[in-house]
C-alpha cells in the first residue's frame, strides 16, 4: 500500500520507508517576494511577472540564482523550466546507488603529497580517511555548517540588494557575525528582501 505524507514526501511501500525531498523556489523582483513552489510553478510566476524589473528565482536549498529562459509564451517557458534536471525530475532507480571513484585534480606543496604518500593504504586512502574523519567532527562539521549558511546570506543579499544602500556594511556585518549592524544596514530596503536577508543571516550568525 503506498500512502504519502506532506510536508516531506515520505513514500511507503510495506514496511519500507523511502525520502523524497521537495525540493522548493523563490520569486522575487526587486520591491518583494512573489510567490513560490516548484521549479516549474516558480517559472510561471516568474513569467507572470516579467514586466516587474531584476525578478529572481531562488533555490530554497542553497538560494543560488536560478537561470531561466522567460523568452517565449507561458506555456513555452513551463516547458522550458520542466526540462531542466533537478532532485525531482530525475527518475531514481530502484535499489542501492552503485558506489565509484571520480577523479579530480588537487594541488598540493611538496611536503603534503610526502606525508601522504607515506601514509596505509596510499594517497587516494590517506585522502578518504582525511575526509571521513572531519565528517565526523563535529566541530568541523559546525564549520562547515556556518559556511554553507553565511554563504545562502550572501547570494542572496548579492543577487537582490547588491546596488542598494547598506549592502556593503550589510556583508561585512555579517562576516563579523555581527546581528544588530547587519539588520541596521537592511531597515531600508523593502520589506519582503529585508526579512528574508535578515533571517538568513540570523540563521549563519547563530551558529557559534
Not at 510566476?45 to 533555490?59: L, N, R, Y
Not at 596505509?120 to 568541523?140: T, W, Y
Not at 555579517?174 to 528574508?196: G, M, N, R, V
Amino acid at each position: 500500500m503506498k500512502s504519502n505524507i506532506y510536508p516531506g514526501n515520505y513514500i511507503t511501500w510495506g514496511n519500507s520507508m523511502e525520502f523524497n525531498p521537495v525540493f522548493m523556489y523563490l520569486v522575487y523582483s526587486q520591491q518583494k517576494k512573489l510567490g513560490s513552489g516548484t521549479l516549474t510553478e516558480a517559472a510561471r510566476i516568474a513569467k507572470e511577472h516579467s514586466e516587474s524589473a531584476g525578478v529572481i528565482v531562488f533555490d530554497e536549498a542553497t538560494f543560488q540564482p536560478v537561470d531561466l529562459d522567460l523568452s517565449g509564451s507561458l506555456e513555452q517557458v513551463v516547458a522550458k523550466a520542466n526540462s531542466i534536471p533537478t532532485p525531482e525530475n530525475t527518475p531514481r532507480r530502484r535499489g542501492r546507488p552503485k558506489l565509484g571513484v571520480i577523479s579530480r585534480e588537487v594541488t598540493l606543496l611538496p611536503r603534503h603529497w610526502e606525508w601522504l604518500a607515506d601514509q596505509p593504504g596510499g594517497i587516494s586512502a590517506a585522502i578518504r580517511r582525511l575526509v571521513a574523519n572531519a565528517r565526523k567532527d563535529p566541530e568541523q562539521q559546525k564549520k562547515y555548517a556556518k559556511q554553507l549558511a553565511t554563504e545562502k546570506a550572501f547570494r542572496f543579499c548579492n543577487a537582490i540588494a547588491g546596488d542598494r544602500v547598506g549592502y556593503e556594511e550589510a556583508i561585512r556585518a555579517l562576516y563579523a557575525d555581527d546581528i544588530e549592524k547587519f539588520i541596521l544596514q537592511t531597515k531600508d530596503w523593502p520589506t519582503d528582501i529585508a526579512s528574508q536577508a535578515n533571517q538568513l543571516a540570523e540563521d549563519a550568525i547563530k551558529i557559534a
